[in-house]
C-alpha cells in the first residue's frame, strides 16, 4: 500500500450521478493490483480535513498506465470529487484491502452478482477471470434504467443479464430473481453490492462456494479505528472490512 499524488486523466458522467475517473498510476503499481481491492482517495485538500474515502477499482489499463474509479455522486464527498478536471491533482492511498484471490481457485464458470455502485470491481474481476480463460456470466441490478452502466463492457466478456428495481429496462426485481429465472450454471459466485443483497444472495446460493465483497462505510482505512469491524459468522471473532475485506468468503462474516 503506497501513499501517492498523482492526477486525474479523464473524468465522465456514465449514468445517472454516476461518475468514471481515469488516474493517472505508474505501471509497476498497477501490476500489483487484484481484482476487489479499493483506494482510498482524498477528498479536497489535505487542510479541509475531510475523511477519504473508500472507492473500487474498476479497471486497470497497464499499457495506458490508467487506473479507472466508477462512483455513484451520493454525498459531499462524492460531489467534491466530480468537480475535478483533467490534470487536476489527486492524493490516494493505492491498493486497498484483500481482492478476489483468483489464483487461488479451480473454477471454469463464474457467475459475477452486482448491485449499484457494487458493480464497477465486477468488472476488472470479469476481465481478469476471462483472461485466465474462465467463462463469466454476470448478473447487474439497478434502480432504474437511468442508473444503468458497464452492461456492454460485461456483454463483451460474457452473458450479462441486468435488472432493474422499476422494471424500467431488463427485467424487472432484484438480482436474486434473475438468479431464479435464468439459472445460471457456475462453480463459484462473486458479488458485491448493498449488505441486504449480499445477505439475499448468500441465504439463495448456500450449496455453493461464494465471496462477498462488503462495502460497508469506513473510518481511517488502515486497520487502525475499528470503525469498520464485523462480526464472524460463529460471533467468537471480528473482522475488518478495510484490512480483511472488503472481499470475504461467503459465510465468513455476518452481514
Ligand atoms: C471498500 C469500498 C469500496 C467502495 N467502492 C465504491 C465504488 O466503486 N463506487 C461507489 O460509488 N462507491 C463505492 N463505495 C462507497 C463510497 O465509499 C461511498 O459512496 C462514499 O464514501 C460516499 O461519500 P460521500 O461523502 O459522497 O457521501 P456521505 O456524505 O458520506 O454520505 C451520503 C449518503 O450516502 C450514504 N453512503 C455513504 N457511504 C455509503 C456506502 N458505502 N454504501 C451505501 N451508502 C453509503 C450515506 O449513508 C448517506 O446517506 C465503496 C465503499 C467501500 C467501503
Ligand atoms: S476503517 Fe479504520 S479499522 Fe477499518
Known amino acids: 500500500m503506497k501513499l501517492m499524488n498523482t492526477h486525474l486523466h479523464a473524468i465522465s458522467v456514465i449514468a445517472e450521478k454516476t461518475i468514471k475517473m481515469d488516474i493517472v498510476i505508474e505501471k509497476k503499481l498497477l501490476e500489483t493490483i487484484r481484482p476487489g481491492q479499493f483506494v482510498y482517495i482524498q477528498i479536497g485538500s489535505s487542510s479541509e ?31 467534491k470529487l466530480s468537480q475535478l478536471k483533467k490534470g487536476d491533482p489527486l492524493n490516494l492511498l493505492i491498493p486497498c484491502g484483500n481482492g478476489y484471490r483468483i489464483d487461488q481457485l479451480q473454477l471454469s464458470h463464474a457467475l459475477l452478482i452486482g448491485g449499484g455502485i457494487g458493480v464497477p470491481p465486477l468488472y476488472y474481476l470479469a476481465k481478469k477471470l476471462v483472461e485466465k480463460g474462465i467463462k463469466v456470466t454476470t448478473i447487474i441490478g439497478f434502480q432504474s434504467k437511468e442508473d444503468v452502466f458497464f452492461e456492454e463492457e ?6 450479462c443479464f441486468v435488472t432493474t428495481n422499476d422494471g424500467s429496462y431488463g427485467q424487472q426485481g432484484y438480482v436474486t430473481d434473475s438468479i431464479e429465472k435464468e439459472q445460471p450454471e457456475f462453480d463459484n459466485y462473486f458479488a458485491c453490492g448493498p449488505n441486504p443483497m449480499l445477505k439475499a444472495i448468500e441465504l439463495k446460493l448456500t450449496d455453493k462456494k461464494g465471496f462477498l465483497s462488503l462495502e460497508e462505510r469506513m473510518g481511517c482505512g488502515i486497520g487502525a479505528c475499528y470503525a469498520c469491524v464485523v462480526p464472524t459468522k460463529d460471533e467468537k471473532g471480528s473482522k475488518k472490512i478495510c484490512q480483511d475485506g472488503p472481499v470475504f468468503s461467503a459465510g465468513e462474516v455476518k452481514i
Open 154 to 159: 460485461f456483454k463483451g466478456l460474457g452473458d
Open 49 to 79: 480535513h475531510m475523511l477519504r474515502r473508500p472507492i473500487s477499482i474498476a479497471d486497470v489499463d497497464i499499457e495506458k498506465e490508467l487506473l479507472t474509479l466508477v462512483y455513484k455522486e451520493l454525498g459531499e464527498g462524492t460531489r
